[in-house]
């Protein structure tokens, strides 16, 4: 199994991923840059980096590359899971934010205008007002590639407004 630590960054070459392949993924800054695209678009602060997010992330990331079973490990994280070579990290984060084509700016959980939160509740989770960390890991196995962030504090909480 490939792995590839945000906390620390994808360019480590010990892991064994080729350059050209670390290059092609993107980086910390990039899954950063991308998340605080979408807050600035609704006016929201930028989140920073968290490492022991990041640390938490890719084990998770590390387990569900092994296992192929894409699920959550707790509240206030984002997954996606591509075929392997497919998406750039960025790309893979994009995913979530295509979610706002759908989102609403309600109470939670009616944030969605196809009446289920669990349609934007990515994108939610990047642009809820209170979280203020994030931290990635990617993991990549058996020909797919997965990306897991965990976001502090957690966002999509009963009863609040997401921004």
Not at 34 to 43: C, E, K, M, Q, T
Request: aromatic share 8%.
């Amino acid at each position: 199994m490939k792995t590839l630590s945000l906390a620390i960054a994808f360019c480590i070459l010990s892991l064994g991923v080729p350059a050209q392949a670390q290059e092609d993924l993107g980086t910390p800054a990039d899954v950063l840059a991308a998340h605080n695209a979408y807050r600035a678009s609704v006016g929201l602060p930028p989140l920073r980096w968290s490492g022991p997010l990041a640390v938490q992330a890719q084990q998770w990331a590390d387990h569900l590359a092994e296992t192929g079973v894409l699920q959550h490990s707790g509240s206030g994280q984002n997954l996606a899971m591509a075929e392997d070579g497919t998406q750039t990290v960025t790309q893979l984060v994009d995913l979530w934010g295509r979610e706002q084509a759908d989102f609403t700016d309600g109470i939670f959980p009616s944030i969605s205008t196809t009446g289920n939160w669990m349609d934007v509740g990515h994108y939610s989770q990047m642009v809820w007002r209170a979280t203020t960390a994030v931290g990635c890991g990617f993991a990549e196995n058996y020909g797919r590639e997965v990306l897991v962030c965990d976001y502090s504090p957690v966002g999509n909480v009963m009863g609040e407004r997401a921004y």
